[in-house]
T-cell receptor, first 114, second 110 residues
Framework: DGGITQSPKYLFRKEGQNVTLSCEQN?????MYWYRQDPGQGLRLIYY???????QKGDIAEGYSVSREKKESFPLTVTSAQKNPTAFYLC?????????????FGPGTRLLVL | SQQGEEDPQALSIQEGENATMNCSYK?????LQWYRQNSGRGLVHLIL?????REKHSGRLRVTLDTSKKSSSLLITASRAADTASYFC??????????FGQGTRLTINP
């Protein structure tokens, strides 16, 4: 059963705490992406990775960090520097490193601040 | 990266009617993609249309592309309650990244 999985579905963060969102894919895709979606809004790109051990900042990278140690995994850490982290986080992958083709999305993680 | 702008922002129709959503963009593109998002879920890819194509079909979906007007439309025929979702277009050129607008929120009333 192939696809993209994200965990957890809901995540609660306390003030000053770092939290990590998981994204795994077994589609053998090279490129992976993290997006943030605020209520009633479109998606904004946080980070993306076109190949293992390499990643690039997107439009709103401040307060976030990522790693790409394995092809199938692209975890996102929301650091304490991100002052407004409450949002819906979506991970995606694509077989095309240049990102010109279809992106496949995971089910998302909703992050809430306590 | 450029962002597509969907119009209208919200659309409410009766089940069985056709729904048309539009997307406009500013610069030339290589392809344009349409995605659907059900409430609280991830996006699902619907159709990719390339710049040299004018129309593409997939089941009840029909996408048109007019590069001279820098616009695209998504038509859903014989709508069903399950079509209720937000629909996003994503125009793409070269090595740019996909950028998603605010989408069109489609509601199908029974």
């Amino acid at each position: 059963d192939g696809g993209i999985t994200q965990s957890p579905k809901y995540l609660f963060r306390k003030e000053g705490q770092n939290v990590t969102l998981s994204c795994e894919q077994n589609l053998n895709h090279d490129a992976m992406y993290w997006y943030r979606q605020d209520p009633g809004q479109g998606l904004r790109l946080i980070y993306y990775s076109q190949i293992v051990n390499d990643f690039q900042k997107g439009d709103i990278a401040e307060g976030y960090s990522v790693s790409r140690e394995k092809k199938e995994s692209f975890p996102l850490t929301v650091t304490s520097a991100q002052k407004n982290p409450t949002a819906f986080y979506l991970c995606a992958s694509s077989p095309d490193r240049a990102g010109k083709e279809t992106q496949y999305f995971g089910p998302g993680t909703r992050l809430l601040v306590l | 990266s450029q962002q597509g702008e969907e119009d209208p922002q919200a659309l409410s129709i009766q089940e069985g009617e056709n729904a048309t959503m539009n997307c406009s963009y500013k610069t030339s593109i290589n392809n344009l993609q349409w995605y659907r998002q059900n409430s609280g879920r991830g996006l699902v890819h619907l159709i990719l249309i390339r710049s040299n194509e004018r129309e593409k079909h997939s089941g009840r979906l029909r996408v048109t592309l007019d590069t001279s007007k820098k616009s695209s439309s998504l038509l859903i025929t014989a709508s069903r309650a399950a079509d209720t979702a937000s629909y996003f277009c994503a125009p793409l050129k070269g090595a740019q990244k996909l950028v998603f607008g605010q989408g069109t929120r489609l509601t199908i009333n029974p």
